[in-house]
């Protein structure tokens, strides 16, 4: 039923968005970011609970939590810079997406380092 409701949402957010480009295109943007902000906040509950079954897995796995938290937050850099890039291409501006996507790509190979590390010394202590 949300999925109705959300995409319900989305369209009809996108014939106002369309209908508003035609006379006032500046208020047309921010529709469209306000509803597409209205989206994820509406689906943001639902990361809490995606969240408390991977810790409760982790935990079960014996995974250390630092190797779970780099995880999730290379998974929000991910949505987030995509939403943020969305944006810049909905605004027309398809150069600032392109940054705004490679600074996400450097910050997760930030974060992906230590998992990277990790793995590397469990394969090193199997070849011993």
Request: proline share 2%; with cysteine.
């Amino acid at each position: 039923m949300e999925i109705t409701q959300i995409v319900g949402f989305g369209l009809v957010a996108a014939v106002l968005v369309i209908i508003l480009r035609q006379y006032k295109p500046e208020i047309a943007l921010l529709v469209s970011i306000a509803a597409g902000v209205a989206l994820f906040l509406a689906v943001l509950g639902k990361i809490g609970a995606v969240i408390e079954v991977l810790q409760d897995l982790s935990r079960r796995a014996n995974v250390n939590m630092v190797y779970l938290g780099a995880i999730l937050k290379i998974v929000g850099i991910a949505y987030i810079a995509d939403f943020g890039a969305q944006i810049c291409r909905d605004a027309g501006e398809g150069a600032l997406a392109a940054k705004i996507e490679l600074a996400a790509k450097i910050l997760i190979l930030v974060l992906a380092i230590p998992i990277v590390m990790a793995v590397l010394d469990i394969l090193m202590k199997i070849l011993d």
